[in-house]
């Protein structure tokens, strides 16, 4: 059985305060715990979360060069654990909020807490032209695919690879201010209507649920810092 969406201010409140704990821990056993946690709270919210997971490669390949970049240098190895697992917390996290919530629920949630308009309508329309831009990244390198290009990692595919992504976002500053002159045009007043359902009732097991990790981690936040004070 599923919970409900906690697409309450309380709700979101109390995710934010999750998010924001997880960036200030900076102790890999709390941290492994909190991962555990959330992956538990997943299974309960999303379902299908470990398909989720499995199906993200491009952040399991960002992770592990960052993990890889660290270890060149010796502070960077004593830090890598840590750093890996709270990018991993944050993104599963975030991801866990989106697939249980939704996302234009989650932008109206927010839009009701006085968050900034322009604030929002940047996050709407980012999050709606980056399928557009990740169509146009596979046209251009099945381009030059089709023109001999090879992959690899050798000095000239780099070179082709930089290149496709910079016409990429060449053609994306030019079509953004195609769609802003459209806009304007049609009479846009900076206000982007968000539609969504009619939020369900407070869950207070889901609330409490949430306060508890809520305040497990920022209890480890606040143990860090004053042992860390201490030491």
């Known amino acids: 059985m599923k ?8 709700g979101t409140i109390l995710v934010l305060l999750v998010l924001v704990g997880i960036g200030l821990l900076n102790n890999f056993e709390p941290l492994v715990v909190c991962l555990f946690m959330m ?5 309960f919210t999303v379902g299908n979360i470990f398909i989720v997971v499995y199906h993200a490669k491009g952040v399991w390949i960002f992770f592990l060069l960052t993990g890889v970049s660290l270890l060149l240098t010796k502070e960077g190895r004593a830090l890598a654990p840590i ?19 939704g996302f234009e629920r ?6 009701k807490m006085g968050i900034p308009a322009i604030l929002l309508n940047v996050i709407a329309f980012t999050t709606r032209f980056l399928p557009i831009m990740g169509e146009r990244i596979k046209m251009t ?9 090879k992959k690899g ?5 780099l070179r082709n690879l930089a290149g496709g992504i910079g016409s990429v976002l060449l053609s994306s500053f030019e079509q953004s201010e195609n769609v802003e002159r459209a806009m304007q045009s049609r009479g846009f007043c900076g206000t982007y209507t968000i539609s969504t359902d009619k939020d ?9 649920l949430m306060f508890l990790m809520a305040f497990l981690i920022w209890t480890g936040v606040i143990c860090d810092v004053l042992c860390g004070k201490c030491l």
């Not at 409900?4 to 201010?9: D, G, H, L, V």
């Not at 750093?83 to 919530?101: E, N, T, Y």
């Not at 990692?153 to 595919?157: D, E, F, N, P, Y």
Request: glycine residues 4%; hydrophobic residues 55%; charged residues 10%.
């Open 3 to 10: 919970l409900p969406p906690a697409s309450t201010r309380t």
């Open 39 to 43: 992956l538990l709270f997943g299974i």
């Open 200 to 208: 369900e009732a407070p869950s207070y097991v889901v609330l409490s």
């Open 141 to 149: 390198f099945a381009a030059q695919s089709s023109r001999g290009a």
């Open 83 to 101: 750093l890996m697992v709270k990018m991993f917390s944050m993104w599963l996290w975030s991801v866990i909020w989106i697939k249980w919530v």
């Open 106 to 111: 989650i932008l109206s949630t927010l839009e």
């Open 153 to 157: 990692l050798r000095s000239l595919q």
